[in-house]
C-alpha cells in the first residue's frame, strides 16, 4: 500500500503541485489505516488438556466451532478496541462454542470505553449460556478502562 501512495503522490507532483499531492497522500493513508483498526485483528488457541493444538491469527473468520476439538479456547484481542471494531470482536466471542473461554488482552494496546461495552454485552450473552470466561494478561494501558466498566470488572478481581 505505501508503495502505491508514493506513486499516486508522485504523479501528483508532477501533474499538479506538491502540497496537493502531499494532502492526497496523507487522506489516502489515513483511509487505509482506518481500514485496518476496522479489521479487528485477534488470535486463537485453542488447548486440550493444556496443551495447544490449533493456532491462528488474522483478521479473516474462523469456524470456531467445535470442529477443532479440544476443551479450552484462548480468544486474544489485538491492536485496538473501540467503538468501530468492537461489535466484529463480540460477534465472534458470541459464536464460540467452548465452554472455557479465556480472552486474552497481552497484545491489545488501547481500548475506549464504547468498545469495552460490546465486549461487555457479549460476554453477558456468553454466561447466560452458562460458559466459563475469565481475562488474562490485561495489558497496563488498557486496565483503567476495562475497570470502569461493571461488567467486565467482575472478570479482573
Known amino acids: 500500500a505505501g508503495f502505491f501512495v ?8 508532477i501533474i499538479s503541485d506538491a502540497s496537493t499531492a ?26 486440550e488438556s493444556d ?8 483478521v479473516k473468520e474462523v469456524s470456531i466451532k467445535d470442529n477443532f476439538g479440544g476443551d479450552k479456547l484462548v480468544y486474544g484481542l489485538e491492536g485496538i478496541l473501540v467503538y468501530f471494531n468492537s461489535n466484529l470482536h463480540a460477534k465472534r ?10 480472552i486474552s488482552t497481552e497484545h491489545l494496546f ?4 464504547d468498545g469495552t461495552i460490546a465486549i461487555a454485552k457479549a ?10 470466561v475469565i481475562f488474562t494478561n490485561l495489558h497496563p494501558n488498557v486496565r483503567k478502562v476495562f475497570i470502569e466498566n461493571p461488567t467486565l470488572k467482575k472478570f479482573l478481581d
Open 6 to 13: 508514493a506513486g499516486i503522490v508522485m504523479v501528483l507532483v
Open 22 to 47: 502531499v494532502l492526497v497522500g496523507a487522506v489516502i493513508c489515513l483511509l487505509i489505516l482506518i481500514k485496518n483498526l476496522a479489521d479487528s485483528h485477534y488470535h486463537l488457541k485453542i488447548y
Open 51 to 58: 496443551k495447544l493444538i490449533k493456532e491462528y491469527s488474522g
Open 93 to 102: 466471542l458470541e459464536k464460540i462454542k467452548y465452554n472455557d473461554i479465556e
Open 110 to 113: 488501547m481500548a475506549d470505553y
Open 123 to 132: 460476554i453477558e450473552k456468553l454466561e447466560k449460556m452458562d460458559k466459563k
